[in-house]
């Protein structure tokens, strides 16, 4: 299936967001409505994404060895319990240079200056994703941070989504319902926000045909970014009166970097176990309190380390924190049953990483990427031709993923097709 352009998907938009009424279609009957929901269930695929703002110690992020039965480098021992569940990409890129100016690209391959030379913009392949399922759920999307400064969400407009970067805000947005007043507030300003995009739209239309190629582009682009907005936000009618899932889980405190990372990742296995959205990123940003860790200088300091030995061992404590909670949150997911069989962690893709390969260097060459779950053969070490003429683009990985997920593609951001002898 073709991708669908910006007048078709603004033509079809009322009809997504309709869709949440359509449960009157269900057929009738407890085993038809079971088989229904069945299928519904057997349909469910997720997607995180991980990333933060200065990649890994190469030397301590890549093995030595390739294929499968690899050693696992020091940074990755605490995940030797999935070793068999992940796969480590080595040379794997967008080819782009620049340093932190496009760490950016990490989720979409795509410069923001070259979005506009883009069929689908610098998009980043979470909303890519949220795109295709987020009719389903409440949120298309769910974005989280600890201190932000990571830049990785972005629409097909070139709009980055912020992230959320408190706790207690996120619990509040996926599981405490809002009051009657909230409601009818909510309502009345969806009716307003309503009346005034259908007045905009029709006073956009009717000059439609007075505006050259490039101004009808930048008038698509304004009033797609307006109804992907409403969408992100919850906020269509369909969920106004559909009561938030209850959680065995306390409203909880904002506190020290060291309580927010696995907060953070409680806060995301939940709302895949709810259902309350199937697409989710995390951002580990550069303004991480390192003396929660014991540690006296920041993360951007130690990220240059330079090959000062003091500083390696600084940075290699914060990558060892945060590869120690994606292996947490990996137990957590296999812990949890998904309602079409297995668990959660074999219908979930776990991509971690980076847009940045070598903070010290500021390089954007062999990003640390790792992937896991979502119904892949891992287990392995895929090593890639290094040289230039064969390098493999990273987003021929994303290419992969996506059809995995089940979007009908060929191509995303900057691939040449799917990526060979993964499947």
Sequence with gaps: ???????TFLRNAGVCLALPFLDAMIPVGRAASQAFALAREQAAKRLVCIGNPFGMIPERFFPTGSGANYALPSLLQSLSA????????SNLDHGVTGGHRTAHTFL???????????PEGNISID????????????????????NGHCEMVWTRTGVRVPPINNP????QALFVDTTAQEKEQRAIALEQHGSILDAVMGEARSFERKLGQRDREKLEEYLTSVRTVEKKLGMSKAWLDKPKPQVNMEMPENGPFVETLPLMYDLIA??????????????VGQGIKTTDLGLNTNYHKYSHHGKLPELMEGLTIIEKY????????????????????????????????????????????????????????HGQHMVFPEAKPQRVPLSNLYLSMLQNFGLEIDHFGQSTGTLKGFE
């Design 1 to 7: 299936m073709k991708s669908l352009n910006r007048r």
């Design 82 to 89: 999935h070793q068999q569940n992940f796969t480590i990409f």
């Design 108 to 118: 979409s391959g795509i410069r923001i200056k070259d979005a506009k030379m883009m």
């Design 127 to 146: 909303q890519k994703a949220a795109e295709f399922v987020g009719v389903n759920t409440r949120f298309p999307s769910l974005n989280v941070s600890i």
């Design 168 to 171: 207690q805000k996120v619990f």
């Design 270 to 283: 939940l709302s895949l176990q709810t259902d309350s959205t199937r697409v989710a990123t995390l951002e």
């Design 322 to 377: 945060q590869m120690k909670h994606l292996g947490l949150f990996f137990d957590k997911l296999k812990a949890i049953e998904d309602p079409a069989g297995g668990t959660l962690f074999d219908h979930t893709m776990v991509l971690s990483g980076s847009g940045m390969g070598n903070g010290s260097s500021h390089s954007n060459k062999n990003l640390p990427i790792l992937l896991a779950g979502g119904g892949f053969k």
